[in-house]
């Protein structure tokens, strides 16, 4: 479906079609018909893509000539295709805002500028640098959560993320329980009342020493549960947290048994 930020004067560059699609804003429009990628100037991209994304063919040029060219250039407009597809299913799944997709969309295209991306599945590197994004923005989404969605063996993800970190001499970023709630509860949908509530928990958790060699996001998760008063199923919030049903159930267990929910 066309969009409705574009007028019938703005056209796809290859195909000439009007059927234009800015529905991921993190890299710019998509031509419905063809699939061309009209790059939205405000991103960074490697050289080598804008040149690609940029490319038009010449009247000179046979339908061969083209053919050739388009074919070449295509290779790397087709890679940020899948990436933006991709982008897209994981920012609805996981109801990422707009700037995370953005920052994960210029990630990527550092990783290909660094060659980062050669030789690896398009979505595991998305999943990879979504993952990296969220950490260094401080709201973290749990790697199982991520390799659900990409449909990947977290131990394989987890990986990926440490060799991309080092690929684009990113910093470590260490995630306590507390840096995932904001993640888990926009997607649990709880308010700020539960927000508080479950930080308050953890606080509580540390105090106790039920943080210590534990999944931090599996102890969000259980102070999620408790502050939420059963509002959603451990079934559920396990799955949003990234951990087994029987591993929240275990945490919840400890926060009761060390009055970690009682006012």
Request: aromatic share 4%; glycine share 6%.
């Amino acid at each position: 479906m066309p969009t409705e930020d574009y007028t019938q004067d703005e056209r796809c560059p290859v195909c000439d079609s009007s059927d234009l699609d800015d529905a991921v804003e993190a890299l710019g429009t998509i031509c419905t018909q063809c699939g061309y990628v009209i790059q939205d100037a405000s991103i960074e991209l490697p050289e080598e893509v804008q040149q690609a994304l940029a490319f038009e063919p010449s009247e000179e040029e046979t339908p061969a000539e083209w053919s050739e060219t388009y074919t070449v250039t295509n290779s790397v407009e087709e890679r940020v295709g899948v990436a933006l597809e991709a982008l897209e299913a994981l920012a609805v799944a996981l109801d990422l805002p707009a700037e995370t997709r953005k920052q994960a969309a210029t990630l990527f295209g550092e990783a290909t500028k660094q060659k980062a991306t050669d030789g690896r599945n398009t979505a595991d590197v998305v999943g990879a640098l979504l993952c990296l994004t969220t950490r260094h923005r401080g709201e973290p989404i749990p790697i199982t959560r991520i390799a659900r969605e990409v449909d990947t063996e977290r131990q394989s993800l987890a990986r990926l993320v440490h060799r991309l970190r080092e690929d684009l001499n990113l910093d470590a970023t260490e995630c306590r329980p507390e840096d995932y709630v904001p993640a888990l509860s926009r997607e649990l949908e709880f308010d700020e009342d539960v927000i508080a509530e479950t930080t308050t928990y953890i606080r509580r958790a540390r105090e106790e020493g039920l943080t210590n060699g534990r999944n931090p996001a599996g102890i969000a998760g259980a102070a999620l549960y408790g502050a939420a008063e059963g509002a959603e199923s451990q079934r559920t919030v396990a799955r949003v947290a990234g951990v087994s049903k029987e591993t929240l159930r275990v945490r919840i267990k400890e926060f009761r048994n060390r009055s970690v929910f009682d006012e």
